[in-house]
């Protein structure tokens, strides 16, 4: 559990400022946090031209208890393109969480099912350590994604709408 704590909070801290692509000045970033023993999260931000951060895209990942507490390896290089897509992965022995985003910025892929970034922001895999047979991709909705370099942005996203986390079980 410590090695995860540590490889995703590292990821949370550092991603998020790492510059991936740089389209007309502007930037784009990735996050990881646990949020419990059975919760962890990613998230997807750009930056503007003034290297300003903007979250576009969250997602809750849940499965059993300690499911996360495994080695992880982190895909976050922005070197796995495919199809016109940037993906970014966190590998374990028995699980991958996969976020990807199209480079039109509009159409986003969760464990490799497509969605519209405009009709929802914010998503749920429920049972992500059972394999893509079992779980289950959820959208949450459309909200305001604050950003902090103090806080990680699922952990701001339930404090400021706590009838998320009914939703994350």
């Known amino acids: 559990m410590m090695n995860t704590k540590i490889l995703l909070f590292a990821m ?17 970033g990735v996050g990881a946090y646990p949020l419990s023993a059975t ?60 976020i990807a985003i199209a480079d039109d910025k509009r159409t986003v892929w969760i464990q490799g099912k497509e969605y519209k970034i405009e009709q929802s922001n914010v998503y749920v895999v429920k049972n992500a350590d059972k394999g893509s047979s079992k779980e289950k991709v959820e959208a949450l909705g459309r909200f305001e994604l604050p950003y902090s370099s103090d806080q990680p942005l699922a952990v701001l996203v339930l404090r400021n709408h706590p009838e998320l986390e009914a939703k994350l079980k």
Do not use: C
């Open 12 to 28: 949370a801290a550092l991603l998020p400022l790492r510059v991936l692509s740089a389209p007309q000045g502007a930037g784009f």
């Open 39 to 98: 919760t962890v999260s990613m998230w997807l931000l750009r930056t503007d031209t003034e290297a300003k951060p903007l979250p576009m895209l969250l997602v809750y990942f849940t499965g059993a208890q300690g499911w996360h507490s495994g080695q992880w390896e982190s895909k976050f290089d922005g070197n796995i393109k495919e199809e016109g897509r940037t993906n970014y992965r966190l590998v374990s022995q028995d699980v991958v969480l996969e």
